[in-house]
Each structure stands twice: as C-alpha cells, then as structure tokens.
C-alpha cells in the first residue's frame, strides 16, 4: 500500500524559505509525477507544481519565479522550496501523487500547516 | 490559465436526496475533469476521474457526467458520510491543473 508522508518547518518569518519534503514508501516513484497543492485556511485547492523522477517539472505562472520542486529518488523523495514567503503563503501544503492521462491526483500526504508570520 | 468555476458554492440538502454539482470550464478540456471529496481537516481524496470514471472503493451513489466545458457530479442518495466540500480539477493540456473553488454540502 502507497503512502506519502511529509514533514518541514511549519512556522516562517516574512521573506525566508519554505521548505517541505514528501517521502513515498510502498510503491513505484519512477512511473509517475508527483505533486505540491496547497491551501490557504478556509479557502480552496491551489496546485503548485510538479516533478517526476528525471527532475523534471512544471510550474504554476504564478508561483513559478519563487518554487523550486525537486526530487531525490534513491530515497523516493521530492520536496519544495517556495522562496520570499509572506502572509499570502500561509496555508496546508499537500503533496500528491499524479496519474495521467487525466492528471488526476489519486493519493495525498496528510498536509503540512504552513503559517507565515512576524 | 483554464478557469473552473462550480455552482453552487453551498448546497443544504438532507440523507436521501439527489444532489448534483456543476463544474464548468473557460475552455473545452474533453473529458479531464476530475472530482475530489475533502472533509475538514483532511486532505482531498479523489471520487471521480475523466469526467465519469469512479475509482474503485467509491460508492456507487456517486457519479460524474460531461464533456467540453460543463460537467456534473451526483450523488443519488445522500448519506450522513458525503457532507464535505466537494472540488472540480482539470488535467488538460499544459499546466497548472486548476481547481474549481468548490462546494460545500451541509446537512438541511
């Protein structure tokens, strides 16, 4: 049975970096992409980007000149930084894994509460 | 960017009655449309995929229609376990993979 678990610093100051890690135990990293979503509290899915296990990715526009979505797979990890937060990056970051050919997301890790705050 | 926009944005119903929740594109997406079922505190979990494909261990209750720009999730029969907020995604084309700004079903 697949599971994503993630973990990172769940507290920031204005203008530092995020940064998150996803781990994929129990399964094949290398036959798919993988996935960040996030979710500011009390509001809707916003997706992030994306990254399979050749390093390859795909971006959000309006995210792109500040996330970097890497992936190290002798440990079938990926992970995300999201450079220069401030309040707006507050929120549930969820990472996910992604089949196509519909992009759909068809297992979650169980979200990390990001708050960013002076 | 392909905008998703869904309707209602609230929905009060009760157990037993037929629910359906329409998402609808900016542009045609074919049949990319997947529905997710998010309960508070949890990460979303995917119901429908391709617009009509239910994925194995969801209730047959649920099922999701449509094609192009417009499409429907329903739920025949409500049960106390389906009030959530409920979130259209499209996966066509090129990225990001938007989101509809979802529906939140209460219980009448």
């Known amino acids: 049975q697949v599971q994503l678990q993630q973990w990172g610093a769940g507290l920031l100051k204005p203008s530092e970096t995020l940064s998150l890690t996803c781990a994929v135990y129990?399964?094949?990293?290398?036959?798919?992409?993988w996935s960040w979503i996030r979710q500011p509290p009390g509001k809707g899915l916003e997706w992030i980007g994306e990254?399979?296990?050749?390093?390859?990715?795909n971006y959000n526009p309006s995210l792109k000149s500040r996330v970097t979505i890497s992936v190290d797979t002798s440990k079938s990890q990926f992970s995300l930084k999201l450079t220069s937060v401030t309040a707006a990056d507050t929120a549930v970051y969820y990472c996910?894994?992604?089949?196509?050919?519909?992009?759909?997301?068809?297992?979650w890790g169980q979200g990390t509460l990001v708050a960013v705050s002076s | 960017d392909i905008q998703m926009t869904q309707s209602p944005s609230s929905l009060s119903a009760s157990v037993g009655d037929r629910v359906t929740i329409t998402c609808r594109a900016s542009?045609?997406?074919?049949?990319?449309l997947n529905w997710y079922q998010q309960k508070p505190g949890t990460a979303p979990k995917l119901l429908i995929y391709?617009?009509?494909s239910l994925r194995s261990g969801v209730p047959s209750r649920f099922s999701g229609s449509g094609s192009g720009t417009n499409f429907t999730l329903t739920i025949s029969s409500l049960q106390p376990e389906d009030f959530a907020t409920y979130y259209c995604?499209?996966?066509?084309?090129?990225?990001?993979?938007?989101f509809g700004q979802g529906t939140k079903l209460e219980i009448k």
């Open positions: 542009q045609s997406i074919s049949k990319y």
């Open positions: 129990g399964g094949s990293f290398s036959a798919y992409y």
């Open positions: 990254v399979n296990h050749r390093g390859t990715t």
């Open positions: 995604q499209q996966g066509y084309s090129s990225p990001p993979y938007t």
């Open positions: 996910a894994r992604v089949l196509v050919p519909a992009v759909m997301l068809d297992l």
């Open positions: 391709a617009a009509s």
